[in-house]
């Protein structure tokens, strides 16, 4: 390592300034990487931002509407997805899903 530092505060509004050893929540980034892998997919001419989730799972049963949505829609959170799903809907199916992530994945998919 060549070298580090911070740079901030502690609590929006003090004055306490952060020090280069205080640990932070990494929170919500899940999707912001599975955006960048997406566009590594895309660079790479593996999927296109218009590739469908009906292309992608052909061979998945799932309502029609949902065939027709665009990976690019799915990535800005305009895919129209259902509300609903909090923990007694397909979330908490899902958190307590059991299989390979694969498996879990293709319940998502099913599911809406």
Same mark, same amino acid.
């Given at each position: 390592?060549?070298?580090?530092?911070?740079?901030?505060?502690?609590k929006a509004g003090e004055?306490?300034?952060?020090?280069?050893?205080?640990?932070?929540?990494?929170?919500?980034?899940?999707?912001?990487?599975?955006?960048?892998?997406?566009?590594?997919?895309?660079?790479? #001419?593996?999927? /296109?931002?218009?590739?469908?989730?009906?292309?992608?799972? &052909?061979?998945?049963?799932?309502? $029609? *509407?949902?065939?027709?949505?665009?990976?690019?829609?799915?990535?800005?959170?305009?895919?129209?997805?259902?509300? #609903?799903?909090? /923990?007694?809907?397909?979330?908490?199916?899902?958190?307590? &899903?059991?299989?390979?992530?694969? $498996? *879990?994945?293709?319940?998502?998919?099913?599911?809406?």
């Amino acid at each position: 390592m060549v070298a580090h530092g911070c740079a901030g505060v502690r609590k929006a509004g003090e004055v306490e300034t952060i020090a280069i050893t205080d640990k932070f929540h990494l929170g919500s980034c899940t999707k912001s990487m599975t955006a960048t892998m997406i566009a590594t997919l895309v660079e790479e #001419g593996k999927l /296109k931002w218009e590739t469908t989730v009906g292309e992608v799972f &052909a061979d998945v049963p799932m309502h $029609e *509407q949902w065939k027709g949505v665009r990976l690019e829609q799915l990535l800005t959170n305009s895919a129209g997805a259902p509300s #609903g799903l909090e /923990k007694d809907g397909l979330w908490g199916k899902l958190w307590r &899903a059991q299989g390979t992530p694969t $498996e *879990q994945r293709l319940a998502l998919v099913e599911g809406f």
